[in-house]
């Protein structure tokens, strides 16, 4: 499992018709990851997730899950998989529980231990019949269907949507705790907060192109952030000229303010060396630079 | 003007149906007055006066105008009612299936004004069905070169478009009144086919012609308007009925509480939900029903499987045997002289035997469309429905491979035509027994194994057309028309010298060729209508296989 991706594509494109739904996607999604799949609506995403769980065939391009062809071993990738549609669809007259044990016979070998114990996590009731259910108690159903086989790989579409907040708290702990024992998730999602919070790395889909694929962490170096220092003497702006991601200074009150896009390390070497009383930095906002890659302008980015 | 805009959304939505099914009717009318006109007249001259006004043939008239009586008068009628009580059921109901209501009320328009709206579209449409069948029925006899001197076809239409009216407004009134579009439509269904059925068959029992009075299709069919125009004393009654309806789903409608897209509590619920009996319930309705993929297919068609073998049990085989002794003598004598190509039109049967009779009233007719009713229901809902409703994504995201979806779908086909076969064999069996008739328990075990696999075949149909497009409205219109089309193949060519040899086209043709009621099963029909039946799942495998899922919504 260590040396083999979770989920590959190469050179995977789908059109319908005359559309082109998704263009020539390269993308590697490794074990112990959660990766955040991201894009305006219609950028193609539900239509990649689609083609990785064979609903559609690709028109050109491979796909492949955990070393195994999406297509010709389809059967056998779904035993290692566990999905949540986007859209979450189930059967109105069958309850909570006699869904999940529809799905266990499909699958076998699921633990019933394991099932109520997601189902606590996540606050849902499974005695209800799914017609009666809101649409967050639905999606807890199509949630703890995705992960009660423990899949290796777990590939989700909008997962969150109607959930609320405290239940969408456990459920990003859920996932954190399948990467860390070295699964993969998937996660397509709008919420870019849900995004920023629980992905290692993102990637972003446009109008089908993949524009976009960084960690979340380089992102967040890379984000202009607010970096205050308060100095015991005044200290000359200019100190700052020259330094990496230093983007404006602006003194004022005896406190100096810095449009930062860098890495802190330069930035605290300089301030170090004269009187430095404290120094806030506000957290780096990634919405923005989501925001601007949705935009048209970043397609030539 | 919500008015003008409900009304026109609701025609836009429902036009292609009622065109296409006229169409076909149309089309049917042309093909079977072009037989008729080609059938020797001999036999139709030298008949007794009351026979020719009982077929509806004015004395003046071709008898290729009996086709209007056959087409219209009953398939002709029967479709434009189904299309107009499917649109009444779910005028607010469906609505509320949809979860679509919500948004529509809140407009502001009160639900009186939108069930108007509604009611517009379905007169509008009927009257456009209407108008394209009169237009048919003028066309195809000057096409055909049939004198049609004497005969009403506008009366007819007429007739059938305020029918249909009359199916219309109950269905709407019962859907007004509960919310649930499917209680809407089955029920008005049932009524439809079951005063149909009661009114072909209580004028040939004696004493009993007046029991047909209490079922609505009396007051469209005994009037006989293409002979006779248009009744005006009888039709007022189904004009009466039409406002009453509509009345009822006005005050319907407006005193209850409208429904969410929850589902209702069925028995079951109710027993699992006590703790005397909700271990063995639980059992049967949850961890045994969605043991597998074919017995929960099985499961959710349960209430549908569960009337029609009622029917079939009860009304076409129990009751048949006990009204066979009650047959009207002089119809039982007339029967036995009609010429050979007229026992074609009513499946064959001589009516002087209880065989015959039960050929000509169970199993001719009744018996393949109530199979048919549940296995292209199943067939075409098997995998278009799954993706219509979505569910199909994750049903198929479990390790199960597309091939082994479509069989289990099929084998729950089979199951359930199974249960509705054995329901009508037992029926014939009881109401032998009852009715003194001593009928051969093989035979009639031979005749409900091949009408068991008649509805299998188009079940399949239904289910290859399902895996092929993924949409389940061609799947049911397609697999009924070939259906319709089938059955009129081996009804009509026969009468047609040319043309006779074509009928080896038709399944229906080897259902009751060897004629099974008398002589037992045939081996090579029963073999043949087998074969069809398992390579149309073949062909529903490899087509479903091929192709992407679709997405909807």
């Known amino acids: ?301 | 003007m919500i008015f003008a805009t409900v009304t026109t959304k609701t025609i836009r939505d429902r036009w292609e149906g009622w065109l296409i099914a006229t169409v076909v009717m149309g089309l049917m009318l042309w093909w079977v007055m072009s037989i008729y006109s080609q059938i020797d007249l001999s036999f139709y001259t030298s008949m007794p006066q009351v026979f020719r006004s009982m077929m509806n043939i004015s004395s003046e008239a071709d008898v290729g105008s009996l086709a209007y009586g056959v087409m219209y008068a009953s398939y002709g009628a029967l479709t434009l009612a189904a299309l107009a009580l499917a649109m009444g059921g779910a005028s607010i109901a469906g609505e509320e299936r949809d979860g679509t209501i919500g948004l529509l009320l809140a407009n502001p328009k009160s639900r009186t004004r939108v069930l108007a709206s509604k009611a517009a579209a379905l007169v509008l449409l009927a009257g456009f069905g209407a108008l394209v069948l009169w237009a048919a029925a003028r066309i195809v006899p000057a096409a055909v070169g049939v004198r049609i001197g004497g005969m009403h076809p506008g009366a007819l239409i007429f007739e059938m478009f305020v029918n249909a009216l009359f199916y219309g407004f109950l269905a709407m009134a019962i859907g007004a009144w509960t919310g649930r579009a499917s209680l809407a439509t089955g029920a008005t269904t049932g009524v439809m086919v079951l005063s149909w059925i009661a009114v072909g068959m209580f004028p040939v029992i004696k004493g009993w012609a007046g029991v047909a009075k209490a079922f609505p299709w009396y007051y469209y069919d005994a009037g006989k308007p293409a002979l006779n125009g248009v009744d005006w004393g009888r039709l007022s009654v189904l004009l009466g009925g039409i406002v009453v309806f509509a009345a009822v789903a006005v005050v319907g409608v407006n005193r209850r509480d409208l429904r969410g897209q929850s589902v209702g509590a069925t028995v079951f619920d109710r027993l699992r939900s006590n703790p005397a009996t909700k271990k063995f319930a639980d059992r049967l309705a949850g961890s045994a029903r969605v043991s597998r993929i074919w017995v929960k297919t099985v499961s959710e068609h349960q209430g549908l499987v569960i009337v029609v073998s009622y029917i079939m049990f009860l009304g076409m085989g129990v009751l048949i045997g006990l009204l066979y002794g009650l047959i009207d003598q002089a119809v039982q004598k007339f029967a036995g002289q009609l010429p050979k190509t007229l026992l074609a039109m009513v499946g064959n049967g001589d009516m002087r035997t209880p065989e015959g009779f039960f050929q000509v009233e169970t199993f001719s007719m009744t018996a393949p469309i109530a199979l048919m009713v549940v296995t292209v229901v199943m067939g075409a809902r098997a995998l278009a429905g799954e993706e219509g409703r979505r569910t199909m994504g994750l049903l198929l995201a479990n390790p199960v491979p597309r091939s082994k979806v479509v069989i289990e779908k099929a084998l729950a086909m089979v199951v359930n035509a199974v249960l509705v076969g054995f329901a009508t064999f037992a029926g014939v069996v009881v109401g032998s027994w009852l009715g003194r008739l001593g009928m051969d328990i093989g035979d009639i075990a031979a005749t409900s194994a091949l009408a068991t696999l008649l509805g299998l075949v188009f079940g399949g149909l239904a289910l290859a057309l399902s895996g092929g497009t993924g949409r389940t409205t061609i799947a049911v219109y397609v697999t009924s028309g070939v259906a319709l089309a089938a059955y009129l193949l081996n009804s009509f060519l026969p009468l047609s010298a040319t043309l006779a040899g074509w009928v080896r086209w038709s399944p229906f043709y080897y259902y009751l060729r060897g004629d099974p009621l008398n002589r037992g099963m045939d081996w090579g029909s029963c073999a043949l209508l087998a074969g069809l039946f398992v390579g149309l799942v073949a062909l529903a495998v490899v087509l479903f296989r091929r192709r992407d899922l679709r997405q909807v919504g």
């Not at chain 1, 394991?114 to 799914?130: N, T």
């Open chain 1, 1 to 301: 499992m260590t040396t083999q991706t979770a989920i590959h594509t190469q050179g995977l494109t789908k059109h319908y018709g005359t559309v082109e739904a998704l263009i020539d996607l390269d993308l590697d999604v490794l074990p112990g990851e959660v990766f955040g799949f991201l894009g305006p609506n219609g950028a193609g995403k539900t239509t990649t997730i689609r083609t990785l769980l064979d609903e559609i065939r690709p028109t050109a391009g491979t796909a492949s899950i955990l070393g195994m062809d999406c297509r010709r071993d389809s059967v056998a990738i779904r035993r290692r998989l566990g999905y949540v549609p986007g859209d979450l669809a189930l059967y109105p007259s069958l309850t909570g529980r006699d869904t999940l044990t529809y799905f266990a016979n499909l699958r076998g070998g699921v633990d019933w231990t394991y099932v109520d114990e997601l189902a606590g996590r996540l606050d849902a009731d499974l005695a209800k019949k799914i017609g009666d259910l809101s649409s967050g108690n639905r999606q807890k159903v199509g949630l703890i269907q995705a992960f009660m086989n423990r899949p290796d790989v777990l590939i989700m579409d909008e997962p969150s949507s109607g959930l609320d907040p405290l239940v969408q708290r456990e459920f990003h702990t859920m996932m954190r705790e399948v990467a860390a024992e070295g699964r993969a998730v998937f996660l397509s999602s709008h919420t870019l907060s849900e995004v920023q919070r629980v992905a290692d790395r993102v990637g972003i889909l446009r109008h089908g192109r993949l524009i976009a694929l960084e960690s979340v962490s380089e992102m967040r170096s890379k984000a202009i952030r607010q970096v205050v220092f308060e100095f015991g003497s005044p200290v000359d702006p200019a100190v700052f000229d020259g330094v990496p991601g230093v983007r404006s200074v602006e003194v004022t009150n005896g406190r100096t303010v810095l449009s930062f896009d860098g890495k802190m390390a330069a930035l605290l070497t300089i301030a170090e060396q004269h009187d430095v009383l404290d120094v806030t930095t506000e957290e780096a906002d990634l919405e923005e630079i989501f925001l601007t890659y949705y935009r048209d302008e970043a397609v030539t980015a």
